[in-house]
């Protein structure tokens, strides 16, 4: 497996590749790759061409400094474990590789916003779409793997990709969950003991709750995971929502629904998406 820090390294690779026809599957990071990071690169396997996955902290789509400075960074765990994992090549820039003008966003993708995440992290997705985009115009994959955790941010690329003719195929991974039930994330690495505990807590009051829900809609059920959320001390909840999948529109149904929940655990924000058919 082959680490590489500049652009100007992954292009001369690349076009090596590209002149012997092989395709490239993208994986694109934040590192403290877990679980749900490998099962995006197994499905990647099913596709011919070489794993790249990037490892790339994004200043970009954070919303406040303290979320960015307390961001995991394992970088040589992570390495070992995507060496074991049929990843072949690393692509792990500096700050001023990726952005060599300086930290600027575009907001250039307008569907699926104004809502969910959108409404309570003000440019996260600007900083998303522009950071992608920067990694698709350098690595110019054929197959994109991205996972339903962050279920918003795969339609906002999915969006992407039509709206500007990428030929990319973008490739959706079902959230890998712990054993209480909820998607892996990067950000829980930095639980304390009291959080796990806390976590399982909240993971079983939604999935309670989601079993209702699924047996039977009601609103009702919403404010309910609410409640027992803030019974426990959970008193930061951005969304409790139930939303279409395809249009991301409120849903008052259970088909192609999702229940979408966005909560704060002393300072480490949790969302995750659960399919309610
Ligand atoms: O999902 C993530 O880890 C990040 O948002 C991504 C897609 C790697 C962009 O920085």
Avoid: W
């Amino acid at each position: 497996m082959k680490i590489v820090k500049k652009t100007s390294e992954i292009k001369e690779i690349l076009s090596y590749l590209e002149s012997n026809k092989t395709k490239i599957n993208l994986i694109p990071t934040m590192g403290n790759i877990h679980d749900g990071h490998l099962s995006l690169l197994s499905e990647a396997n099913k596709f011919e061409g070489i794993n790249i996955v990037s490892i790339f902290i994004n200043p970009t789509q954070f919303n406040e400094i303290a979320d960015l400075e307390n961001y995991p960074n394992t970088f040589d765990n992570d390495v070992n474990l995507l060496s074991k994992n049929n990843c072949q090549i690393v692509f792990a820039p500096e700050i001023n590789e990726m952005y060599p003008g300086g930290l600027e966003t575009k907001k250039t993708i307008f569907e699926y916003r104004k809502i969910l995440c959108d409404n309570f992290r003000s440019g996260h997705f600007d900083g998303v779409t522009t950071i992608v985009k920067i990694l698709f115009d350098h690595i110019n994959p054929s197959n994109v793997f991205f996972g339903e955790k962050d279920f918003q941010q795969l339609k906002i690329i999915e969006h992407m990709i039509i709206e500007n003719n990428l030929k990319i195929n973008l490739v959706k991974c079902p959230s890998i969950r712990g054993t209480n039930g909820m998607s892996l994330s990067s950000r829980y690495s930095k639980f304390s003991e009291n959080d796990k505990t806390k976590f399982d807590q909240c993971a079983k009051i939604i999935n309670d709750n989601l079993s209702d829900l699924i047996e039977s809609f009601d609103f009702k059920i919403l404010d309910k995971i609410k409640n027992d959320l803030k019974s426990i001390g959970i008193s930061s909840i951005d969304y409790c929502e139930v939303r279409s999948e395809d249009s991301l529109d409120l849903s008052s149904i259970n088909k192609d629904s999702r229940l979408f929940i966005a909560f704060y655990l002393n300072a480490i924000r949790i969302i995750d998406n659960f399919t309610l058919y």
